[in-house]
């Protein structure tokens, strides 16, 4: 089953084991959520900040000191404990490795989705080695097929050949 990346503890805030998590993903993040540091399961019991500097606490991580022996550490969500997303929105995990074609002219593999303060892009592995940032933008993708591990781009919007 994936992981979902949701951040990584940062610095206390706080008395209370409450901390900063830095390179959040907020909509993993929400009161209740389940998620996993060091193997463990803790769900999140207070969630505090904004959308770019959440602040959260962890059940059974009750101070400062036991923060700041976490600090670095990553914090997931398992694929299926992640909120369903709407329609035309994805997860990472589902993208990573999907085909990319123009048409059926196959231009390479999707590796990553990168999140970008404009929009998200598709990082793409091209045959010749090359790499392809594609926007998830409506000129860009025509479609987006996750079933068939499959997404439509238009090169000639994108400037490629």
């Given amino acids: 089953m994936a992981e979902l990346q949701a951040g990584r503890v940062g610095r206390p805030h706080g008395l209370d084991g409450s901390f900063y998590v830095t390179a959040p993903r907020p909509r993993l993040l929400e009161l209740g959520t389940s998620v996993q540091l060091d193997g463990q399961s803790h769900a999140i019991v207070r969630r505090a900040g904004t959308e770019r500097r959440p602040i959260v606490r962890l059940e059974d991580v009750a101070d400062r000191t ?91 919007f994108l400037g490629e050949e």
């Fill in 66 to 156: 036991a923060v700041e022996q976490l600090r670095g550490r990553a914090l997931t969500v398992a694929s299926a404990d992640a909120p369903q997303l709407p329609a035309g929105e994805w997860w990472e995990h589902e993208l990573r490795d999907c085909a990319v074609l123009d048409g059926e002219r196959p231009v390479g593999t999707v590796t990553a989705l990168l999140e970008l303060p404009s929009c998200e892009v598709l990082q793409v592995a091209r045959p010749d080695g090359r790499e392809l940032l594609v926007p998830l933008v409506k000129d860009a993708v025509r479609e987006v097929d996750v079933q068939a591990s499959r997404i439509d781009v238009d090169l000639d």
